[in-house]
Every structure is written in structure tokens, then in C-alpha cells.
T-cell receptor, first 113, second 111 residues
């Protein structure tokens, strides 16, 4: 099992550009989430999904879109990048709410200039 | 709105010493999680605490949960340098998949 795989690991964007951060898991987990981590802020939830075709907003959803067409994939789209979106982005997944913590991917470090 | 507070946010301690760190949260929750993060790395799950009075131990770390006080503690016994990392607690908003994290506690264990 590869676990939770995020690509790319690093990315530099210009203001106004769009891009998609990829997240894939091979553990057949139902629940997947995207977080951003900023210094001194902990991790903040952007969007989450409880299964294919079901997504919902987290704490900081503005400027981001998600979709969940398959159980395995949960891409995060930046519509028009802004410097405020410079951050480290983590994708995470878990099988259900009952017993497990989330498994996190290795992160994508995004810089918007 | 669920708020999760950790204290202290920074801790420098000597090897061999004991210490307890705290995680408070503001509203009713089903469960509490502790994670470890090394610099530049991802988060590693340490503990999942599911009920009032839950206690879990792994090596030199022991976590407990008091849902009535809305408090979790992470106790460090006889610290070693390898425990140096940032520790996060996180809490579910009851009935949802929304996980709210504390700001993290950066632990440095000095020889």
C-alpha cells in the first residue's frame, strides 16, 4: 500500500494562475480531507468528503474547489491563486469515524508570487 | 464554534524529565486525537481517544481524556531527544467530519 499520495511536492504559482493539487489513497478509505498549515495556525480544514460524490466545506473553503468522483481520488483546485494561499497543503484519509485517526499525505508546499 | 487550545505552545525540557501538556476544547466532542509532526514532515497519528476516561500509552507518552472537563493531557515520562517534535491535538465536531486542530506544541528535549 502506498497510503496517501500527494502530488506535486512543491509548486510555485503566479498570482491568478489556477492549478490542481492531487491526492490519491489506495486504502479504500471513505473519508478524505484537505488541510492547509500555516506557521502558528495549526492545520485548518479546507474541504472534506465522506464518500464518492459527497463533499462539504470546512473552515477555510474560499478560493478552493473539490470533487470526489472516485473513492481513491480527492483533488483540490485553486481557481485563481493569491499570495494568501501560500501554505503547506495536506490531504488525509480514514476508513470511518469510529476508531481511526486520519492518515496524512506528505504534503504539497505551495508558493504564490 | 469549536475552539481547541493547547498549552504550552513551546516547551524546552531536559532529557530524563517528566512533563504534562494540555489540550482544552470548547464544545462537546466525540473523540480527540494526538498527532506528532517532525520538521518538514507529515503528521503521524499517536493516539485516538474515544470516550471519557480513556487512557492510552505508547512508549514514553501517555494520553488521557476527560470529556466532562473538555480536557486531554499528554504526559511525557523521562523525555529523550527523539521526542523533539511538534505535537497537535485535534477534536471532531460532533456529528461531522470536521476536525479542528490546536496550534501545536513545539517540544525540544535537550541532552
Amino acid at each position: 500500500n502506498a497510503g496517501v499520495t500527494q502530488t506535486p511536492k512543491f509548486q510555485v504559482l503566479k498570482t491568478g494562475q489556477s492549478m490542481t493539487l492531487q491526492c490519491a489513497q489506495d486504502m479504500n478509505h471513505e473519508y478524505m480531507s484537505w488541510y492547509r498549515q500555516d506557521p502558528g495556525m495549526g492545520l485548518r480544514l479546507i474541504h472534506y468528503s465522506v464518500g464518492a460524490g459527497i463533499t462539504d466545506q470546512g473552515e477555510v473553503p474560499n478560493g478552493y474547489n473539490v470533487s470526489r468522483s472516485t473513492t481513491e481520488d480527492f483533488p483540490l483546485r485553486l481557481l485563481s491563486a493569491a499570495p494568501s494561499q501560500t501554505s503547506v497543503y495536506f490531504c488525509a484519509s480514514r476508513p470511518d469515524r469510529t476508531y481511526y485517526g486520519y492518515t496524512f499525505g506528505s504534503g504539497t508546499r505551495l508558493t504564490v508570487v | 464554534e469549536l475552539k481547541v487550545e493547547q498549552n504550552p505552545l513551546f516547551l524546552s525540557m531536559q532529557e530524563g524529565k517528566n512533563y504534562t501538556i494540555y489540550c482544552n476544547y470548547s464544545t462537546t466532542s466525540d473523540r480527540l486525537y494526538w498527532y506528532r509532526q517532525d520538521p518538514g514532515k507529515s503528521l503521524e497519528s499517536l493516539f485516538v481517544l474515544l470516550s471519557n476516561g480513556a487512557v492510552k500509552q505508547e512508549g514514553r507518552l501517555m494520553a488521557s481524556l476527560d470529556t466532562k472537563a473538555r480536557l486531554s493531557t499528554l504526559h511525557i515520562t523521562a523525555a529523550v531527544h527523539d521526542l523533539s517534535a511538534t505535537y497537535f491535538c485535534a477534536v471532531d465536531i460532533s456529528g461531522s467530519e470536521k476536525l479542528v486542530f490546536g496550534k501545536g506544541m513545539k517540544l525540544t528535549v535537550n541532552p
